[in-house]
Structures are given as structure tokens and as C-alpha cells.
């Protein structure tokens, strides 16, 4: 006499049709008849339980019907498991894809908001600060002034590799300043501050260079900095800040 359980717990004997497996536990006024057609065998994955002597067909029953539920249990836990990897290499991906957009400052919603810090500029909205595409002698104004937005570019440090991405956004200006620093970083601090950037305290030449910071949309944090250029009379502004994606890491 032989019982087969398979992949769904079902029990069969013989030739008969299929049936569920009845309760492990029985009554102990229960008697049933010994399989004699000897042990239990594994074929094509399903058991078949042959029976064994002093063996019970209901406990040979049980132990089919566990021993094929764990195999159930086993490839769930395995499409599981592949199913978590996938998530986490598409997780992987989309990051990367993030990291390596086409722009380090797409639609330009970092540059938006740097770009009316150059109104506190002194001369700003005149010839005398015009708006550049790039520098070059025959482009800035009179006496070298000027301002131009430099947008995010590819770059890495001397083509390391693990040090590629975006360089930041750039605002920049250069003007002519005849009067002192304290008159200037007054005037330029005024100006900035109704834009919402705050000044930050220096202890090593507070009277030689001026910085500020701001909180972009985004969370970002942008800073600008005041600094006198070589030439007398002459300034540099710089506002900056990280690009959207993967900056490119320093030397």
C-alpha cells in the first residue's frame, strides 16, 4: 500500500484520488492498518511513503506532508531573498543614475538662487557690472568688471578614479571699489542680508575679506565671499555651493 504526498500536501493511496492528509494528532482509540509494502522514498522530489513495520499510516502521513511543506518553505524564503536583491540593485541603480545625470544643477534651481546676490553688488544693473558669458578681456566692462554664472561642470581630481563628478555652482563677479573695505562690506552686507543671507564672523582678517551663508531650498547651503584681487581698487565676489548629484571629490 502506497501514500504520496505532493508539492500541495495532498495524499494519495494507490490508485484513488486525491485527498488533504487528516489531523497529526488522533484519537488514542484509533487503530490503523501497518503499510507492509516497506519504507518511505524520495522520488522526483515528493515522498512516497511505502510504510515500515510498527509504523502507522497517519504518522507516515505527517511526516510527508512536513517533509514537503518545507520544501515549499525553502523556495519561498529563496524568491525572497532574490526578490530583495533585485530591489536593492534597483535601489543601486537609480542612485547611480542620479549621481551621473546629465546636469549637476538641472533646470538650474541651485543657480535661481544665487544668481540675485550679484543685485547687492555695487554698480549692479549698470555698465559697470554688465552680465558675461565668459571672461576674457574683450568681454568685462570698464576698469575689468563683471558677472557670470558658472554652471556645474564634469571633473575629478587629475582623473582618479572614485573622484569624478560635478564641480559647484558658481556665481562671480569682479568691480571697482575706490573706497575702504568697511564702507564696501557694509554696503554689500545690507543688501544680502534683505535676501536672507547671513554674515559669518571671521577672527583671522575680518577687514580684508567678508563671507555670508544661506540656506537654499533644498537644504543646501550656499556661501559667498568678498575678496580684494590683485590689481588695487578691484574686488571679487564668489557665491557657491554643491551641485544636484555627485560632486566631484578634491586632491
Given at each position: 500500500?502506497?501514500?504520496?504526498?505532493?508539492e500541495r500536501g495532498l495524499v494519495r493511496r494507490g490508485r484513488g484520488g486525491w485527498r488533504w492528509p487528516g489531523s497529526c494528532v488522533h484519537s488514542s482509540t484509533t487503530r490503523?492498518?501497518?503499510?507492509?509494502?516497506?519504507?518511505?522514498?524520495?522520488?522526483?522530489?515528493?515522498?512516497?511513503?511505502?510504510?515500515?513495520?510498527?509504523?502507522?499510516?497517519?504518522?507516515?502521513?505527517?511526516?510527508?506532508?512536513?517533509?514537503?511543506?518545507?520544501?515549499?518553505?525553502?523556495?519561498?524564503?529563496?524568491?525572497?531573498?532574490?526578490?530583495?536583491?533585485?530591489?536593492?540593485?534597483?535601489?543601486?541603480?537609480?542612485?547611480?543614475?542620479?549621481?551621473?545625470?546629465?546636469?549637476?544643477?538641472?533646470?538650474?534651481?541651485?543657480?535661481?538662487?544665487?544668481?540675485?546676490?550679484?543685485?547687492?553688488?555695487?554698480?549692479?544693473?549698470?555698465?559697470?557690472?554688465?552680465?558675461?558669458?565668459?571672461?576674457?578681456?574683450?568681454?568685462?566692462?570698464?576698469?575689468?568688471?563683471?558677472?557670470?554664472?558658472?554652471?556645474?561642470?564634469?571633473?575629478?581630481?587629475?582623473?582618479?578614479?572614485?573622484?569624478?563628478?560635478?564641480?559647484?555652482?558658481?556665481?562671480?563677479?569682479?568691480?571697482?571699489?575706490?573706497?575702504?573695505?568697511?564702507?564696501?562690506?557694509?554696503?554689500?552686507?545690507?543688501?544680502?542680508?534683505?535676501?536672507?543671507?547671513?554674515?559669518?564672523?571671521?577672527?583671522?582678517?575680518?577687514?580684508?575679506?567678508?563671507?555670508?551663508?544661506?540656506?537654499?531650498?533644498?537644504?543646501?547651503?550656499?556661501?559667498?565671499?568678498?575678496?580684494?584681487?590683485?590689481?588695487?581698487?578691484?574686488?571679487?565676489?564668489?557665491?557657491?555651493?554643491?551641485?544636484?548629484?555627485?560632486?566631484?571629490?578634491?586632491?
Amino acid at each position: 500500500m502506497k501514500w504520496r504526498v505532493d508539492e500541495r500536501g495532498l495524499v494519495r493511496r494507490g490508485r484513488g484520488g486525491w485527498r488533504w492528509p487528516g489531523s497529526c494528532v488522533h484519537s488514542s482509540t484509533t487503530r490503523y492498518q501497518r503499510v507492509q509494502d516497506g519504507p518511505a522514498s524520495l522520488v522526483h522530489g515528493s515522498l512516497i511513503l511505502n510504510g515500515s513495520s510498527g509504523i502507522s499510516q497517519p504518522i507516515l502521513m505527517c511526516v510527508a506532508s512536513f517533509w514537503n511543506f518545507a520544501n515549499i518553505a525553502s523556495r519561498r524564503r529563496r524568491l525572497v531573498g532574490i526578490g530583495a536583491l533585485i530591489v536593492v540593485l534597483i535601489v543601486v541603480s537609480v542612485w547611480w543614475v542620479a549621481g551621473q545625470s546629465s546636469s549637476g544643477d538641472p533646470g538650474g534651481q541651485v543657480m535661481d538662487q544665487l544668481v540675485p546676490a550679484a543685485t547687492a553688488l555695487p554698480g549692479y544693473g549698470t555698465s559697470h557690472l554688465p552680465w558675461v558669458s565668459e571672461l576674457g578681456l574683450s568681454s568685462v566692462g570698464p576698469e575689468g568688471s563683471y558677472v557670470i554664472k558658472i554652471e556645474p561642470h564634469s571633473d575629478s581630481c587629475d582623473g582618479i578614479a572614485g573622484t569624478q563628478g560635478w564641480s559647484s555652482v558658481v556665481l562671480q563677479a569682479g568691480f571697482h571699489w575706490p573706497g575702504t573695505s568697511a564702507t564696501l562690506f557694509s554696503y554689500v552686507n545690507g543688501r544680502l542680508k534683505v535676501l536672507g543671507w547671513n554674515r559669518i564672523s571671521l577672527k583671522r582678517n575680518p577687514d580684508e575679506q567678508a563671507m555670508w551663508s544661506l540656506r537654499l531650498k533644498g537644504g543646501k547651503k550656499a556661501t559667498a565671499s568678498l575678496d580684494p584681487n590683485a590689481y588695487p581698487h578691484l574686488w571679487e565676489f564668489v557665491a557657491l555651493s554643491r551641485p544636484v548629484g555627485r560632486a566631484a571629490s578634491g586632491c
